[in-house]
RNA sequence: GUGGCCGUAGUUCAACGGUAGAGCCCCAGAUUGUGAUUCUGGUUGUUGCGGGUUCGAGUCCCGUCGGUCACCCCA
């Protein structure tokens, strides 16, 4: 038999990478909750309809879609935003406007896996819908800057690339454009900078547009164009405004999106985008089948890019270190020297725990030695020996290599007061 | 979906077409007066899988699965 591995884009998360992923997780829930958001979550399987209605039939290649013993057509979702318009227009009478929630959760997509991109990811989404008005486009913007800060991603390592499709609208309408052709061109602006010159140039000609038009248009859209005026000036109050970067050139693919987009991107690496957002004030309507019109806008970032740049980033990268040693390290490692006194090392092994303090110990008979490795290990602060002094406890800082004693009836309090100074040891820079 | 590179012990990697090895990790023991050292010993492989070429394949060829990177796409 050969083993099973798992399954192509799917991950494994031992301890090392969970601690990683938690840390991630943590750190989006904790600046969402600072702007005021309120974390809900979807189901991860839905009807594959659910994704046809918003995406069109022709996505449904990149969907894991299966038909249930019930004869369901179902699909993992490869995105959240379907599932929150759905939740948000079938009770938003319950809900005071505006409407600011978040989720974390597992999405997949059935693609062919690469740096920065596996099949099954978790992306941190936040959205605000019942308000139109460019002060939501800033907030998110703002939260997504503060999310990479939080991070310890500075303005020297990230940037967001701001644009707004009626910019383009009001471009292809000059032009005398149909609108049958800006999915299109959109298409051809998404790869501007990628793609060859004559290639763009054909297919500009191809409906009615010349690459020097857009060119000279692109050059115009500036962070003056009035279409960025009300943002600008609220992200330049909050001091924020020089994270952000005008580039005409983000579309955001062929999506909902109707009015202003962003991008973060990391600006030292080439890695792919980390997050991605904006204004899709048409989606309720048509999810609800025009029954709920509600402006919304929102933006998605995912762990798996986001991994990448933290591991890239120094700053980002001793945050992380340091958060990791906190959630895997323990407060004390408790050593039974002499085996008679394990009855009375369990009794404070339980104290302690009580008491909310991370104890770990050996389960059999080990020497001494092999027990104060066993804490150096576990990256305990303390060792609490318990030997033959007993009903005297010795309590061994592993770090100052300093040691006191105590009688084992005031040991949970003697720890707590220890565990409260401040640690003295090697510095973690 | 297309293409490049890669699959050898738990892990990181060696091995000219000629008997599969090392470091680390892990486990046990010794020493270190109740700790970071040192020493000794030990487990582990159908060389991803399946075919082919060859006297002989980890090595060359084909297929397949997986990893990785790029393209496509990126909700």
Redesign the pocket.
């Known amino acids: 038999m050969?083993p099973i591995?798992?399954v192509?884009?799917?991950r494994d998360f031992f301890p090392e990478e969970c601690a990683v992923r938690n840390y991630i997780f943590d750190t989006w829930r904790s600046v969402a909750r600072r702007y005021g958001f309120m974390e809900y979550e979807g189901p991860v399987l839905e009807n594959t309809d659910l994704?046809r209605k918003k995406?069109g039939d022709e996505?449904t290649s990149?969907?894991f879609c299966f038909t249930t013993q019930g004869k369901d057509d179902v699909s993992l979702r490869?995105?959240v935003?379907p599932s929150l318009a759905r939740m948000a227009t079938a009770r938003q009478r319950d809900f005071k406007k505006p409407i600011k929630w978040f989720q974390i959760g597992s999405c997949f997509?059935y693609?062919?896996?690469?740096?920065?991109?596996t099949r099954e990811f978790v992306q941190f989404n936040a959205d605000i819908l019942g308000d139109a008005s460019p002060a939501t486009d800033a907030e998110l913007i703002a939260m997504a800057i503060d999310v990479m800060r939080e991070f310890g991603v500075s303005s020297e390592d990230f940037e967001i690339r701001l644009s707004n499709r009626e910019i383009w609208n009001g471009f292809l309408a000059q032009f005398n454009i149909t609108a049958e052709h800006t999915p299109t061109f959109l298409?051809i602006i998404?790869?501007i900078e990628?793609?060859r010159s004559e290639e763009t140039e054909k297919k500009l000609n191809g409906i009615g547009l010349t690459l020097a038009d857009v060119r000279t248009f692109m050059a115009s859209a500036d962070e003056n164009h009035p279409a960025f005026a009300a943002l600008r000036e609220n992200l330049t109050a909050r001091g924020i405004w020089q994270h952000v970067r005008i580039d005409a050139t983000i579309v955001?693919?062929?999506?909902y999106y109707t009015g202003t987009v962003f991008e973060v991107f990391d600006r030292k690496h080439g890695l792919?985008a980390v997050a991605?957002g904006g204004r899709y004030d048409k989606l309720c309507s048509l999810m609800s089948d025009g029954k709920v019109d509600m402006p919304a806008a929102g933006f998605?970032m995912g762990d798996v890019v986001l991994k990448l740049l933290l591991e890239k980033t120094p700053g980002a990268q001793m945050k992380l270190t340091c958060a990791l040693l906190a959630a895997s390290s323990i407060d004390a490692y408790v050593?039974v020297?002499d085996e008679a006194q394990r009855p009375h090392a369990l009794a404070a092994v339980q104290a302690l725990r009580a008491a909310g303090i991370r104890i770990d110990y050996s389960f059999g008979a080990q020497?001494?030695?092999k027990q104060?490795?066993a804490?150096?290990?576990r990256k305990a602060r303390f060792?609490i020996?318990f030997?033959?002094?007993y009903p005297e406890v010795?309590i061994?800082?592993?770090?100052a290599?300093s040691?006191s004693s105590v009688p084992v009836t005031g040991l949970v309090e003697e720890v707590q007061r220890l565990l409260a100074e401040p640690a003295i040891g090697p510095l973690i820079a």
Do not use: H, M, Y
Request: proline content about 4%; overall charge positive; charged content about 30%.
């Open positions: 050969e591995q798992t192509k884009g799917f994704f995406s996505i990149q969907l490869p995105e935003t997509r693609e062919a896996p690469q740096a920065g991109r298409q998404d790869k990628r793609a955001r693919g062929l999506a792919r991605g998605a050593v020297v020497k001494a030695g104060f490795q804490a150096e290990d060792a020996v030997g033959a002094e010795v061994k800082n592993l770090l290599r040691q």
